[in-house]
């Protein structure tokens, strides 16, 4: 089993930063792809952002340069730096870990962007 605790959200005005920090704990290793996601209310849930074991990203269409995800293998902990913060980034993020045939969520965080 993994646990994933995320931390760092919160209440920023429009143009803000924040850093989302997520750790695991348990079973968890390098070879772990670790991620983030958000959902709003009555949508899907899209991908921020992911890391693998060597440091390859992938991020979402709407990130656009603004957020910037990294890991720390010692201390099995993944970021995300988030800037240039716009009312429609308002979700709740989530922490994924995932391997073949395992997946794995921490209970998320809510960031809300307004003035």
């Known amino acids: 089993q993994v646990q994933l605790v995320e931390s760092g959200g919160g209440l920023v005005q429009p143009g803000g930063s924040l850093r989302l920090s997520c750790a695991a704990s348990?079973?968890?290793?390098?070879?772990?792809?670790m991620g983030w996601y958000r959902q709003a209310p009555g949508q899907q849930r899209e991908l921020v952002a992911s890391?693998?074991?060597?440091?390859?990203?992938n991020y979402g269409d709407f990130v656009k340069g603004r957020f910037t995800i990294s890991r720390d293998n010692a201390q099995n902990t993944v970021y995300l730096q988030m800037n240039s913060l716009t009312s429609e980034d308002t979700n709740v993020y989530y922490c994924?870990?995932?391997?073949?045939?395992?997946?794995?969520w921490g209970r998320g965080t809510q960031v809300t962007v307004s003035s």
């Open positions: 994924r870990a995932h391997r073949t045939f395992l997946s794995y």
């Open positions: 348990g079973s968890i290793s390098s070879a772990y792809v």
């Open positions: 890391i693998t074991s060597s440091g390859s990203t």
